[in-house]
């Protein structure tokens, strides 16, 4: 199964309405080394590509693409634990 997580789902200064997915308190220890860390250690393979994140196309991003087993909601509750 394949999906794909922005970096703004991440970004502790856009509101939920925006696309955030994860809590500020969380949020405020992230960084991008970290997440590679954390789906490295979870075994699983991604690609990275530059996009528009559709919400706020102005701003320029990144954009993982997961090949994982797991779902999406499943994998956003991995990474804010381990942070």
Request: aromatic residues 10%.
């Amino acid at each position: 199964m394949r999906c794909s997580l922005y970096l703004q789902y991440f970004n502790k200064d856009i509101p939920r309405s925006k696309g955030r997915k994860l809590s500020k308190k969380t949020l405020a220890r992230f960084s991008e080394e970290k997440l590679v860390k954390i789906l490295n250690d979870a075994d699983i393979k991604y690609e990275v590509k530059s996009c528009a994140y559709p919400r706020i196309t102005w701003e320029k991003t990144r954009i993982y693409i997961l090949d994982s087993n797991l779902h999406k909601g499943t994998i956003l509750k991995l990474i804010e634990r381990k942070l």
